[in-house]
């Protein structure tokens, strides 16, 4: 006898049956799954949001590097359209009287114009000199004056000219300009002919103009003259750089220079934020509710304890300097039993005005300043392929090995489904079959002489 449907012969829901056989065997395990993507999920996001804080840390950090960004000066020039400045540390507070009398100029020299700039020039060469530099360009039969700007360009040897062609009423005209400004860098030409004397008819003698002098700037510093190469001035005043604009020797603008100590205290009270941060950001990872028994992701994790033991080793060393040494707390820095920092405003004001020295010592220092050595530490964890980059390739690696055990697991609670509905299958045959056999002895023995039907 053949079965066309599972419980026929025994009268039992065997589908179901088979479905709650396998969905106990699979519940535990599935469970056991997601546990343990939920807990590698928690640990990559955890893994992101340490590198972010990290990342928001050494920002803050790259302010109080260097002296040049920490120990910083106010530049200001008033209203001058004349000239701008920019000063370093070393430039010393002073009020400076300026006057621009005149501009630093490239010189210019152009050949003879022509109606067609299409047609050749001649044959031979041309010699180049620039403030003690040449270097020599030959010249085709075919070369238009195009042709020879490009070959002038690019020349290996180059020594710092340019060469372009102007279109004007006048005609076409090769014109060459110096790259740099001032008397030391104007441009000699020298044609020489090999066949005809086109290159001279155009280059040579008078036959090459002048266009634009080479000039040097003129400023007077306090009435005291400078003259400077270039429109960027850099010696006449200590640590300062000035970059000319405009001239006119009647005007003057007065250039003050001032210790900026808003800018280096907005930015030590960045870094004690971006620390705290950190710390908050470390504590909330590694932290464990003992009220609702929850461990965050981190809890107990030796990374990120070691992070946080570095971190506040660091805060609260100190910095050798020439006069002793420096910790955070000299500077108006102080932590609490929490690791947190905060600023004592009246006393870093007074050590930013009194003594800047110590302040850029202990953040600034090549080697040993804090600033440095919180870059160099952070570093290790967050750069690509540090430590955070390793543990999140380790956890990544966790979720595919999950993947894999899903669907190997998935597979055999398949066979499993499919062991349980044919041995169901089997036993709901047998159980027919033995229900047929039972009612046909029943029928025979109800028909027996005699017999009496109890039905």
Do not use: C, W
């Not at 002296?67 to 530049?75: A, C, E, F, H, Y």
């Not at 300009?177 to 004397?197: L, Y």
């Amino acid at each position: 006898m053949a079965l066309t449907a599972m419980g026929i012969g025994s009268g039992l829901d065997l589908g179901n049956i088979v479905k709650v056989l396998v969905e106990a065997e699979q519940a535990p395990k599935e469970a056991m799954f997601n546990k343990t993507e939920d807990t590698i999920s928690a640990k990559l996001s955890a893994m992101g949001t340490l590198k972010s804080a990290l990342s928001t840390f050494q920002d803050a950090l790259k302010k109080l590097q260097s002296g040049d960004v920490l120990n910083q000066r106010k530049v200001t020039t008033g209203e001058s359209s004349y000239f701008s400045a920019v000063a370093t540390k070393s430039a010393q507070s002073g009020s400076y009287n300026i006057q621009v009398e005149q501009l630093a100029s490239a010189h210019k020299v152009g050949g003879l114009h022509i109606a067609d700039a299409n047609i050749p020039v001649g044959e031979g060469s041309l010699d180049f000199s620039v403030n003690g530099n040449g270097f020599t360009v030959a010249i085709d039969p075919d070369d238009t004056i195009a042709t020879i700007a490009q070959k002038v360009n690019d020349a290996t040897d180059n020594s710092g000219i340019t060469a372009t062609v102007i279109t004007s009423d006048a005609g076409a005209q090769l014109v060459f300009s110096s790259d740099n400004s001032g008397t030391d860098n104007q441009i000699m030409v020298t044609a020489n002919d090999t066949s005809g004397t086109g290159l001279n008819d155009m280059f040579g003698g008078v036959n090459l103009t002048e266009l634009n002098p080479a000039t040097n700037a003129v400023i007077y510093v306090d009435n005291q003259k400078v003259t400077s190469q270039s429109n960027k001035v850099e010696t006449a005043i200590s640590g300062v750089s000035l970059t000319l604009t405009d001239a006119d020797v009647s005007k003057t603008s007065i250039l003050k220079i001032e210790q900026d100590t808003d800018a280096v205290k907005e930015n030590v009270n960045g870094f004690v934020t971006a620390y705290n941060a950190l710390v908050s950001s470390i504590d909330k990872l590694s932290s464990y509710d003992a009220e609702s028994k929850k461990a965050a992701a981190l809890q107990g994790d030796s990374m990120i304890r070691s992070l946080e033991s570095q971190l506040r080793n660091m805060a609260s060393g100190r910095v050798v300097t020439s006069n002793g040494s420096v910790g955070l707390y000299d500077v108006g820095i102080k932590i609490d039993r929490y690791g947190k920092m905060s600023v004592d405003d009246t006393k870093l004001d007074s050590v930013l005005k009194d003594d800047m020295e110590s302040v850029e010592a202990l953040f600034a220092s090549p080697t040993t300043g804090l600033a440095n050595r919180f870059t160099e530490l952070t570093k290790e964890y967050a750069k690509v392929g540090g430590l955070i980059d390793t543990r999140k390739n380790a956890y990544t690696k966790d979720q595919q090995r999950l993947t894999e055990q899903r669907e190997a697991f998935a597979r055999k609670m398949s066979l499993l489904q499919a062991r349980l509905t044919k041995q169901f299958n089997a036993m709901d045959l047998v159980v027919g079959q033995l229900n047929q056999q039972s009612a046909g002895l029943a029928d025979r023995l109800n028909s027996l002489p005699g017999a009496v039907s109890r039905s």
